[in-house]
């Protein structure tokens, strides 16, 4: 007997999606290799689309590995000729070496889910009219022109509508000179559309406060590669006289959720189906748990039940007062489920739990914690104008209150914090990966299956 709930039937969806839901199941069960394994656990037909994608397990990045970019191509599609005509392209996600993997890219569909999700807020949907002048400051490593050497000039960092702010991937080591170009090309360039990693435009928006420079406001300005601190957007709001939206997704599951004018995420059920799955009571749960992917509609690309790897907190039972409905709403992406920490009683701290703790301590510009064992945490932070040992003192209260008063915290005021190669910067980190499974609400569990 399948015991399992299912979150996804308590919600609101437009009339056709559960249609759109049972059919990418049913072409990845009966036509995509990888999921070959899967098909004897499917309640079948007869049931809803819910119902039967709760009964199935889920799809980890290691299943991306085993099976292969081919291995999750609907049957019939020839990959080598569609290669060979440029249709499709191979792209290895950054990340650690053992965390790479190879996806299939069709352009396409990526940018019909980008479309859709710009629906989702009101400033991106007057403003991305597909042919509007966009910047974009990230890591040059996960987009752009990297150069760590020298300088490039502009035109050399220009594609078409597309402007690339940084060949340089580190931004505690850029130079006033650097940061007063960034300034300077945004007033030539006058984007559109910012889009950027927000510890990346909070460096530069200290810079801009600093120097108390001019600095042309897009229509919007869309994060995106990181989940940003409310440090950092706090930082952003200062610089710019723009409307700041979150953008969430993966190379993997494309757009999967955007923040609208009222500060909730939406989910975009144009391009995908998200299974929540509630965490333990005592973890945080049932508003706060994992989510799970499945996207519709990619020719070149069939993600079912997908564990993209973060953690989100739902916006809970009051309407989100855009009057969007659709789907899941949150109140917060929490961070990766690679950045929870526990307390010495093993309870889960979410990455943004951690970041509420520390966001109205004055004087505090960056952190990062690194938890070494359970209740045991060390924070590193960079501070601007009051005595560092003033924000330690802070910043260790601060924590304890979360961790308990068992932790054992100790803060130091560090001159920088580089952000990760490829230029992702961690705003919590533990030495001993919790199991996120093991906090999941055994009600909504999925099925553990042994990996080929
Ligand atoms: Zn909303």
């Known amino acids: 007997m399948n015991t399992r709930d299912t979150f996804a039937s ?29 098909r004897a656990l499917d309640p079948g037909r007869s049931h809803d689309a819910f119902f039967r994608l709760a009964a199935l397990p889920e799809l980890v990045k290691a299943d991306l590995r085993t099976h292969g970019p081919e291995g999750f191509v609907p049957r019939g599609r020839d990959v080598k000729a569609a290669l060979d005509e440029h249709e499709i392209e191979l792209v290895t996600t950054s990340g650690s070496t053992g965390d790479r993997v190879t996806n299939i890219w069709y352009q396409p569909w990526w940018d019909a889910s980008e479309a859709a999700s710009w629906q989702l807020n009101a400033h991106a949907r007057m403003a991305a009219v597909g042919v509007h002048s966009e910047a974009i400051l990230t890591s040059p490593w996960c987009t752009g022109f990297p150069c760590e050497d020298e300088y490039l000039a502009m035109h050399q960092r220009t594609m078409g509508r597309f402007l690339y702010l940084s060949e340089r991937s580190d931004p ?13 090309e945004l007033n030539a360039f006058k984007p559109v559309i910012l889009e950027a990693n927000p510890s990346f435009l909070a460096r530069l928006s200290r810079h801009i406060m600093k120097r108390a420079l001019r600095v042309h406001s897009p229509a919007i300005i869309i994060l995106t590669y990181e989940n940003p601190s409310i440090l950092h957007r706090r930082q952003i709001g200062r610089a710019f006289d723009a409307p700041i939206a979150s953008s969430y997704g993966a190379t993997e599951a494309g757009y999967v959720f955007m923040e609208c004018e009222a500060a909730r995420l939406h989910q975009v059920t144009e391009s995908c189906h998200v299974d929540f799955l509630p965490f333990a009571p005592e973890h945080g749960g049932p508003d706060i748990g994992r989510i799970l ?6 020719p070149w690309r069939s993600l079912v039940r997908f564990d993209i790897g973060d953690v989100v907190r739902l916006n809970g039972p009051a309407p989100c007062p855009c009057g969007r409905d659709e789907g899941l709403t949150l109140a917060s992406i929490e961070g990766r489920t690679i950045s929870l920490t526990v307390t010495p009683e093993d309870i889960a701290v979410t990455q943004g739990a951690v970041d509420r703790a520390l966001s109205d301590i004055r004087g505090m510009v960056e952190y990062q914690l690194v938890q070494t064992s359970p209740g045991t945490c060390h924070l590193r932070f960079v501070a601007e104008e009051i005595d560092p040992r003033l924000i330690a003192g802070a910043a260790r209260e601060a924590l304890q209150a979360i961790y ?12 920088a914090i580089a952000p990760d190669p490829p230029g992702k910067y961690k705003l919590a980190k533990t030495l001993e990966p919790v199991d996120a499974g093991a906090l999941l609400d055994g009600r909504f569990a999925p099925r553990r299956v042994a990996h080929a």
């Open 172 to 184: 505690s080591t850029w130079s006033v000179e650097l940061m007063d170009r960034m300034a300077a």
């Open 404 to 415: 308990g008063g068992s932790a054992v915290i100790t803060a130091e005021p560090v001159e």
């Open 293 to 298: 992917v499945t996207t519709f509609n990619n």
């Open 10 to 38: 308590r919600l609101r969806y437009a009339p056709d999606y559960p249609q759109r839901c049972a059919r990418a199941l049913d072409e990845a069960l009966q036509a995509v290799k990888a999921y070959t394994g899967w």
